[in-house]
């Protein structure tokens, strides 16, 4: 039973270029969150989606970021014309979300931006 | 808006020394209050759910407990296996969990 799944684990980007970070959750999940953690600090939440709708954006940046989770795909988060405060840890996790309420959510890996 | 705060940020332990990590909160209308542990280059690993004060869970060395105000996170003869850092966080009436800054804790043999 495979956790959550995120590509890649390392990107390496120069100022102004894009970056794509996949996220597939687990299986029978359809509750993602993305959650972006700078050196030494906690992590803070950015965005939760169900397949095909942004519930909650409260977190993310108004310009250059955006997340989406289409009917069939992982999940994904986009970071346009990127700058060096990008630089950091993205985790996504995902939850079956059961009772109506968050609930456990179970990470990935994570994926580490480093921008030039 | 939901406040966690964590303290101490960093924990130096012997083997085998006691202690305690705190977690202090503000929300209105707390859900749950989680405990997760990272290690370095990871992704947070679930611990506990905490969802009424003077509930208690027990895990190994880990057990955490939860007041109105604050979840205390005791880790009982610690081995260098435990260094690794603690993430407090609080479920309100949001979409998401609230973390901590975290304690980083390292158990040396």
């Known amino acids: 039973n495979a956790g959550v799944m995120q590509n890649p684990r390392h990107l390496v980007r120069r100022r102004g270029q894009e970056a794509r970070l996949r996220c597939s959750p687990m299986?029978?999940?359809?509750?993602v969150y993305w959650y972006r953690q700078l050196p030494e600090e906690g992590l803070k939440f950015m965005v939760y989606?169900?397949?095909?709708?942004?519930?909650?954006e409260s977190g993310m940046p108004k310009e250059r970021f955006s997340a989406e989770f289409p009917k069939e795909g992982p999940s994904i988060l986009r970071i346009q014309q990127v700058v060096r405060g990008d630089s950091a840890a993205y985790f996504c996790?995902?939850?079956?979300?059961?009772?109506?309420?968050?609930?456990?959510?179970?990470f990935g890996e994570g994926s580490r931006l480093t921008v030039l | 808006e939901d406040q966690v705060t964590q303290s101490p940020e960093a924990l130096r332990l012997q083997e085998g020394e006691s202690s305690s990590l705190n977690c202090s909160y503000t929300?209105?209308?707390?859900?749950?209050l989680f405990w997760y542990r990272q290690d370095p280059g990871k992704g947070p690993e679930f611990l506990f759910t905490?969802?009424?004060a003077g509930e208690e869970k027990e895990k190994e060395r880990l057990k955490a407990t939860l007041t109105k105000k604050e979840s205390f996170l005791h880790i009982t003869a610690p081995k260098p296996e435990d260094s690794a850092t603690y993430l407090c966080?609080?479920?309100?009436?949001?979409?998401?969990?609230?973390f901590g800054g975290g304690t980083r804790v390292l158990v040396k043999p």
């Open positions: 996790a995902s939850s079956p979300r059961t009772g109506g309420g968050t609930g456990e959510l179970f």
């Open positions: 989606l169900q397949k095909e709708n942004i519930i909650d």
């Open positions: 966080a609080v479920e309100a009436a949001g979409n998401k969990l609230t």
């Open positions: 905490l969802y009424s």
């Open positions: 299986k029978g999940h359809s509750h």
């Open positions: 929300v209105s209308g707390l859900r749950g």
